[in-house]
């Protein structure tokens, strides 16, 4: 099994920054895409920032500018920097990565959340 630990989430007033981390552990012999979600109360979860196998980088329409994604491959470690944080950006932030275990089996994994509140 492949674990998800997050850490960084809490109450920050607008126009203010948190970092969110993630690290992966487990069987993992290779992450293929590994990111950042977020679900609002009452809406669906949806893609903030992700990175796949090719090295591309997607990130919301909406948080372009202010969220930076980076990652730490030895640490098998991704980040989230977000700056001038609105109170629309207000949700539970997941981290997700799929990938091969050592025995050649397909992972898809998802973090606990972490819990942002941004406000006015």
């Known amino acids: 099994q492949v674990q998800l630990e997050e850490s960084g989430g809490g109450l920050v007033q607008a126009g203010g920054s948190l970092r969110l981390s993630c690290t992966a552990s487990?069987?993992?012999?290779?992450?293929?895409?590994m990111g950042w979600y977020r679900q609002a109360p009452g809406k669906q979860r949806e893609l903030v920032s992700v990175?796949?196998?090719?090295?591309?980088?997607n990130y919301l329409d909406s948080v372009k500018g202010r969220f930076t994604f980076s990652r730490d491959d030895a640490k098998n470690t991704v980040y989230l920097q977000r700056n001038s944080l609105q109170p629309k950006d207000t949700a539970d932030y997941y981290c997700g990565a799929w990938g091969l275990e050592y025995d050649g089996i397909d992972f898809g994994s998802w973090g606990q959340g972490t819990q942002v509140a941004v406000s006015s």
């Open positions: 487990g069987r993992i012999f290779s992450i293929n895409t």
């Open positions: 990175i796949n196998s090719d090295g591309t980088l």
